[in-house]
């Protein structure tokens, strides 16, 4: 099963512990207040993007048109669309966003556009304010992942900034410098094949893959400087032993 198809199945499957890989998040365990706490942990994302983009950029940067990349069921599209004119959600799996859907619906939000996802963007329209995506690439290949990047980049209008999270390491290969050992694509695929195994036994007996992968970062700051971007802020993350960077970034002037 592909990234994408496996990102289909936890649509279907178990779309908010998909997101946050909590038990409290998992269909049969989610009540009302974890649901709140979800959408809560949303909100605390979204005002500190924005805190740490007018702190490093501009005190005043406040976007009219947001683009979340891999926006699940809508956890940070909900405050990003309180606070701004439109965003537009982009997802792999039609479940999670018609749920996204249905969240806003229900937060009384009508400023929101949801699109299904290709590596082209293809359905994307426009140029964005902010581009922005959090626990999202780490699932995508880095060889599909940084044609993505380089057309969200793309899509930044002048003046324009983005936030944009990518895994470079894991804390269990500390001695390798955070690398996985070249045999761990090996196991990767091994482990792959034994999930799929199970699935064909009992459909329920194991959940879908999600692939963790890490990204050459000095490909990533290349690419963000030969496209127009004079200044970056990185922060590091930590999800589980996960290590990685949300990059921070303002694109000042339009390509040549």
Known sequence: ????EAWKQWGKQDPYFAVLTADKFRARNLTPEAKAEFFES???HVDHVLA????HFDADYSPKRVLDFGCGVGRLVVPFARVTEQVVGVDVSEAMLAEARRNCEEAGLHNTTFVVSDDALSKVEGEFDLVHSIIVFQHIA????REIFRRMLKR???GGAGAVQFTYAKARFAQNDGQPPEHAGVVRKLKSMVRRALRMLSPAAADPEMQMNVYPLNELLFMLQSLGVHDVHCEFSDHAGELGVIVYFRRQ???A
Not at 1 to 4: E, V
Not at 52 to 55: G, I, V
């Open 253 to 255: 002037f339009a390509l």
């Open 142 to 145: 880095p060889e599909r992942g």
């Open 42 to 44: 949303g909100r605390a």
């Open 52 to 55: 740490m983009l007018r702190k």
């Open 1 to 4: 099963m592909n990234t994408d």
């Open 156 to 158: 930044i209008a002048p």
